[in-house]
Nanobody, 112 residues
Framework: QVQLVESGGGLVQPGGSLRLSCAAS????????LSWYRQAPGKERELVAV????????YYADSVKGRFTISRDNAKNTMYLQMNSLKPEDTAVYYC?????WGKGTQVTVSS
């Protein structure tokens, strides 16, 4: 059974940083591509970042490029999203995806 559990969300001021984690189990983590998505209130879920199995190839949405960094630790079955220079428009529920499954999300709120 695929399980993905996000953590690390919270309230942060504009310009601040957060690090999200996604702990995974129930599928071949080390041979799976992984992704982060987000969904803001009233908007569709959007792709934020993708990482390949070895962690040496990544993709970022234009809106987060240069500010967010996706990474993974295959020994720990965990994926990360380092978010810097956060903006109010980054406010959303952030979801991780892998192994054809989804986590339940973690709320990120950027506000002064």
């Amino acid at each position: 059974q695929v399980q993905l559990v996000e953590s690390g969300g919270g309230l942060v001021q504009p310009g601040g940083s957060l690090r999200l984690s996604c702990a995974a189990s129930g599928f071949a983590f080390s041979t799976s591509g992984l992704s982060w998505y987000r969904q803001a209130p009233g908007k569709e879920r959007e792709l934020v970042a993708v990482i390949n199995t070895f962690g040496d190839a990544t993709y970022y949405a234009d809106s987060v490029k240069g500010r967010f960094t996706i990474s993974r630790d295959n020994a720990k079955n965990t994926m990360y999203l380092q978010m810097n220079s956060l903006k109010p428009e980054d406010t959303a529920v952030y979801y991780c995806s892998g192994g054809n499954g989804w986590g339940k999300g973690t709320q990120v709120t950027v506000s002064s």
